[in-house]
């Protein structure tokens, strides 16, 4: 017998970072040969390194093993983290256990709705030590502090263990599961070891992706019709709504099922205009989203109508969709939300649209070769259900009763199961829920020989990415299979975007509309498909050391090994071109990117080194790479939050839903991933420059108070400060007055590029005050660490160091002590840039008893 373990793992919305770090203040730049996230094992008794995760417990036991050969019943781990991170950032765990990464290899948790999360199996009795830990969107690892967690896993049993950040000296306590929860685990372990039963059915390998999202209640199997009694506790919040929001949401109070809802987003898209219509869209795209996944129910109203007026509503809205697409005056913003409307659609196709549509499940439900039972589950739970009043429901309770009779082959008659399997592949085409490969098989015949034949392509690749996966082939050939599958996409792709560029004729007949919309999800599709490939290439390229390996090639003037990081990054830009977002800025960045690639490196450029110029080139690319899908993701920011924030409060929607809409988008979208691409090949292009993301503008070495603003304008400071002032700055334009902000202004570190000779630059150099500029994202989130607190920066073309400083000399000299390495630097530096010093001399004396209370308070 097998069974399960659920862990739980509470977390407070504070980043943990590791104690040790805390008795470093120092922020120290290493040079590019200086790792900073080597292997905590390899150095937790090394205390004077700087390594995140020396908290580890030296203690490493290895798996019990069994005596006398006595079977060892396995013990299955779910790992739940109900904890929001940052925008880019994931959570993974490691362990002693080859399960748990044999402290080697980050076992991640995959991010759903309700948290992070993952399943593991053991044997039982085994002893495992592990730690969480977070992964943040620049590579920073942020650790768990204390001792590793230590559990003692039972002979066997189904189990959930809940666990809070930080506290690893807290026994964790094994936790029953359910019986219902108990029996679903062995139902799935059964149909696993059943070979015949797994080869039977394709349907068996798990929910559609449809269903996978499905968020709703759970589905119960009835013997009368009780779909009617189950509408209980919505609430609708009407104040504070007014035009479209307010429309749809009343909408929403009148229209229980689907057919209704969808009339509602209907009668919003097809009669708008103008400035409205992005606002209309918009609404509609968060609505229908969350009618899919079961947020929103859908329920009887005592009508009857069959699923063909379901698709005849969802053939007028796509009709205007298409119409909306077309227009030469559509912006980026709507194109995008568009986008996530299509496959919130019914098909329409001929068979869905006639009198009596999916008649099958009706002659399944008078079967005579089934037991009576079971014949009134299928009449009233599904039958009934979909004829009256169809619904998402109706295919996440096809899906449970198909998992029903599929458990134990044998048990229900062959035919019925047969016809049953047969059915629930139309539901899903109804639903448009069919797999990637599903759909794009009904595109086939209305391709041309080049379409087909790119079609064929991708599907191979496909099928072999798919066995891959399972088998234990090479890393080369598992690249070299990634990129064919990624280049086979992009050309199919292209094949369908172009072949729907001609937009929709107004004589159009139904089933080339049906044909078109077909077309259109498999282009979505096609896009979704995209992400998990870059994802998959991703963790290989981390695998083989990430920026560190590329920059160690580089160092080597080896740039072979850049070759799939920029293809990979050319095929991501693509895939947004391809969605319309931002067209000639993609293909610009393209042709960039494939330059640079085909140029290669050199010895030398002029009298410049051939490297140094080659990455200085990559670097201005990736930029204007990292700038689009920044552009992008603001974009996101602004479309949704508030108007989901105002839907989901009038609507009754759970508030993690509601909290999470917006990060969950933008995370499943390829600029996700591109994204994240551009910055591990931006930071091994800093550490081949030797610039870790500064560039001194004017160097010098000055101590003050860290401060930060948005920009340097006057009346910036949020408050006045006595002393010279060391400025951590968000943006600038480049015309501003370094000084504007206040006269004893001595520093200033931007956020951003700026170019050295433009006004700011050179007022800057004019009025001595020491600027840099620093675009290392990581860099910037430990200087904020420091604000508030007496600072020294040095700024050279050895590098720049920023030092938080604990002893003032009244000589107007410094001699400043480390907290990173507890000792004196035994270097004296002015206290204000040079031609400054005598004008602040006494105001100086005034404020150094205030800087040294800052001073031990941040030291504390």
Same mark, same amino acid.
């Given at each position: 017998?097998n069974?399960?373990?659920?862990v739980?793992h509470?977390?407070?919305?504070t980043?943990?970072?590791?104690p040790h ?7 120290g @730049?290493?040079?590019p040969?200086?790792?900073?996230h080597q292997h ?6 090394r205390?004077?390194?700087l ?7 030296s203690?490493?036991?290895?798996p019990?093993?069994s005596?006398?050969?006595i079977k060892i019943?396995?013990?299955h781990? /779910?790992?739940?983290?109900d904890?929001?991170v940052q925008f880019?950032?994931?959570v993974?765990l490691l362990?002693?256990t ?10 991640? +948790? ?5 948290g ?10 085994d /002893?495992i030590?592990?730690?969480f830990?977070?992964v943040?969107?620049?590579g920073?690892?942020?650790?768990e502090a204390g001792?590793n ?9 189904h189990?959930?263990? !809940? =666990? ?10 094994l936790l029953?599961l359910?019986?219902?929860q108990?029996q679903q685990?062995? *139902? ?5 070891i059943? *070979?015949?039963a ?7 390998a798990?929910?559609?992706p449809?269903?996978?999202e499905w968020q709703g209640k759970s589905?119960s ?20 709504l007014?035009?479209l929001?307010?429309k749809?949401?009343?909408g ?6 689907w ?18 219509r ?5 609404y509609?795209?968060i ?7 079961g947020q929103?129910?859908? @329920?009887e109203?005592?009508?009857?109508h069959?699923?063909?007026r379901h698709?005849?509503i $969802? ?5 205007? +969709?298409e119409?909306?697409? $077309?227009?030469?005056d559509?912006s ?5 939300v568009?986008r996530?409307?299509h496959?919130c659609?019914?098909?329409f ?6 009198? %009596? ?13 089934i037991?009576? *039972?079971?014949k009134?589950q299928?009449?009233h739970?599904?039958?009934?259900k979909?004829?009256r ?7 996440v309770a096809?899906? =449970? ?5 599929t458990?134990?082959p044998?048990?229900?008659?062959e &035919?019925?199961?047969e016809?049953f ?19 794009l098989? $009904? ?5 041309d020989?080049?379409?087909?034949s790119a079609?064929n392509s991708?599907?191979e690749?496909?099928?072999?990415m798919?066995?891959?996966a399972?088998?234990? &082939?090479s890393e080369?050939q ?7 599958t990624m280049e086979s996409l992009?050309?199919?792709r292209?094949?369908?975007?172009k072949g729907?560029?001609s937009?929709?004729?107004?004589d159009?007949? *139904?089933s ?14 096609l896009e979704?498909?995209?992400f998990v490939?870059l994802?998959? @290439?991703l963790?290989?390229l ?5 920026a560190g390996w ?8 080896n ?16 895939q947004?071109?391809l ?8 293909? =610009?960045?393209e042709n960039?990117l494939i330059?640079w690639?085909?140029?290669g490196?050199?010895e ?6 051939g490297?140094k110029i080659w990455?200085?080139? +990559?670097?201005?690319?990736?930029d204007?790479s990292k ?8 974009e996101?920011?602004?479309i949704f939050?508030?108007k989901?924030?105002?839907?989901g ?5 759970p508030?993690n839903? %509601?909290r999470?809409y ?7 979208g !390829?600029?996700f991933q %591109? ?6 090949l931006l930071? =091994? !292009?800093?550490?081949t420059l030797?610039s870790?993301?500064?560039?001194v503008?004017?160097?010098g070495?000055v101590?003050?108070?860290l ?5 340097i304008v006057?009346?910036?400071?949020p ?6 002032i060391i ?5 600038a334009d480049?015309?501003e ?6 006269r004893?202004?001595?520093g ?6 700026l170019?050295h000779l433009?006004?700011?630059g050179v ?5 001595k005050v020491v600027f ?6 990581e860099?910037v989130?430990?200087i904020?660490?420091?604000?508030g607190?007496c600072?020294?920066l040095?700024?050279s073309a050895a590098g720049?160091?920023?030092t938080l ?9 410094f001699?400043?002590q480390s907290?990173f390495?507890?000792s004196f630097?035994?270097v004296?530096?002015?206290a @204000?840039?040079a ?5 602040? $001399?006494q105001?100086?004396k005034?404020s ?10 941040a030291?504390n």
């Amino acid at each position: 017998m097998n069974y399960s373990v659920r862990v739980l793992h509470c977390h407070s919305h504070t980043v943990a970072i590791h104690p040790h770090l805390n008795k470093n203040k120092r922020l120290g @730049f290493l040079l590019p040969s200086i790792h900073r996230h080597q292997h905590p094992l390899l150095h937790r008794d090394r205390s004077h390194t700087l390594p995140l995760l020396s908290a580890f417990s030296s203690t490493q036991t290895q798996p019990r093993k069994s005596k006398n050969n006595i079977k060892i019943e396995n013990v299955h781990l /779910h790992v739940r983290l109900d904890h929001q991170v940052q925008f880019g950032d994931h959570v993974a765990l490691l362990g002693s256990t080859k399960q748990l990464g044999s402290w080697k290899t980050n076992v991640p +948790l995959n991010w759903t709705q309700n948290g992070w999360v993952c399943d593991l199996d053991f044997k039982g009795g085994d /002893h495992i030590e592990f730690k969480f830990l977070i992964v943040t969107n620049d590579g920073t690892v942020v650790w768990e502090a204390g001792q590793n967690r230590l559990l003692n896993l039972p002979a066997a049993g189904h189990f959930q263990t !809940v =666990a809070t950040w930080n506290t690893t000296n807290q026994i964790m306590e094994l936790l029953p599961l359910n019986e219902q929860q108990q029996q679903q685990q062995q *139902d799935d372990n059964l149909e696993h070891i059943e *070979d015949t039963a797994a080869s039977s059915s394709h349907s068996e390998a798990g929910p559609s992706p449809f269903v996978g999202e499905w968020q709703g209640k759970s589905i119960s199997f009835m013997r009368t019709n009780e779909h009617q009694s189950n509408e209980a506790g919505r609430t609708w919040d009407t104040s504070d709504l007014q035009g479209l929001p307010l429309k749809l949401v009343q909408g929403d109070q009148t229209g229980r099922n689907w057919w209704r809802k969808l009339d509602i987003v209907r009668d919003i898209v097809g009669n708008v205009e103008g400035e409205d219509r992005l606002e209309a869209l918009i609404y509609c795209s968060i609505y229908l989203k969350w009618i899919n996944t079961g947020q929103i129910p859908c @329920f009887e109203d005592g009508g009857h109508h069959r699923p063909n007026r379901h698709a005849e509503i $969802s053939r007028l809205i796509f009709r205007d +969709l298409e119409r909306y697409t $077309s227009r030469k005056d559509i912006s980026p913003q709507e194109v995008l939300v568009i986008r996530k409307i299509h496959p919130c659609l019914p098909s329409f196709k001929a068979e869905f649209t006639a009198s %009596v549509p999916l008649t099958r499940i009706r002659d399944i439900a008078h079967r005579n070769d089934i037991p009576h *039972d079971v014949k009134l589950q299928i009449k009233h739970t599904i039958q009934n259900k979909l004829h009256r009043n169809a619904g998402p429901e109706d295919l996440v309770a096809t899906e =449970a009763m198909l998992a029903k009779i599929t458990k134990n082959p044998g048990e229900y008659s062959e &035919a019925f199961v047969e016809q049953f399997k047969i059915f629930h592949e139309e539901l899903k085409d109804f639903f448009n829920a069919g797999s990637l490969a599903e759909q794009l098989e $009904s595109i086939y015949e209305s391709m041309d020989k080049n379409g087909m034949s790119a079609l064929n392509s991708f599907l191979e690749c496909k099928k072999n990415m798919d066995a891959a996966a399972e088998s234990t &082939a090479s890393e080369e050939q598992g690249t070299k299979l990634l990129f064919k599958t990624m280049e086979s996409l992009n050309a199919l792709r292209d094949i369908i975007v172009k072949g729907l560029e001609s937009g929709l004729r107004n004589d159009a007949p *139904d089933s080339a509309i049906a044909m078109r919309q077909k077309w259109r999800l498999c282009e979505i599709g096609l896009e979704d498909y995209s992400f998990v490939l870059l994802s998959r @290439f991703l963790n290989v390229l981390e695998v083989m050391g990430g920026a560190g390996w590329l920059a160690a090639n580089l160092q080597s003037k080896n740039a072979t090994s850049w070759n799939d990081p920029l293809g990979a990054l050319i095929i991501g830009v693509h895939q947004l071109k391809l969605s319309n977002w931002k067209t000639e800025e993609c293909g =610009a960045i393209e042709n960039e990117l494939i330059a640079w690639s085909i140029r290669g490196l050199s010895e030398s450029e002029g009298n410049e080194d051939g490297k140094k110029i080659w990455t200085l080139r +990559l670097k201005a690319t990736l930029d204007r790479s990292k700038r689009l899908t920044e552009e992008y993701t603001e974009e996101l920011l602004k479309i949704f939050p508030q108007k989901v924030q105002m839907l989901g409060k009038a609507l009754g929607v759970p508030e993690n839903s %509601v909290r999470t809409y917006t990060e969950a988008e933008i995370r499943a979208g !390829v600029i996700f991933q %591109v994204s994240k691409l551009c910055t591990l090949l931006l930071k =091994a !292009v800093r550490c081949t420059l030797g610039s870790q993301g500064w560039d001194v503008i004017v160097p010098g070495s000055v101590l003050g108070t860290l401060v930060q603003v948005e920009r340097i304008v006057p009346g910036s400071l949020p408050s006045p400060v006595e002393g010279p002032i060391i400025l951590i700055v968000n943006k600038a334009d480049g015309d501003e007055e370094v000084t504007a902000a206040g006269r004893n202004i001595v520093g200033a570190i931007l956020k951003q590029e700026l170019p050295h000779l433009s006004h700011l630059g050179v007022r800057a150099r004019q009025e001595k005050v020491v600027f840099v500029t620093c675009e290392d994202d990581e860099k910037v989130a430990e200087i904020q660490k420091l604000i508030g607190s007496c600072v020294r920066l040095e700024a050279s073309a050895a590098g720049v160091n920023l030092t938080l400083s604990s002893s003032v000399d009244f000589d107007g000299n410094f001699s400043v002590q480390s907290a990173f390495d507890n000792s004196f630097s035994g270097v004296e530096v002015p206290a @204000f840039s040079a031609g400054r010093t005598v004008e602040y $001399s006494q105001r100086q004396k005034l404020s150094v008893r205030v800087m040294r209370r800052q001073m031990r308070a941040a030291i504390n």
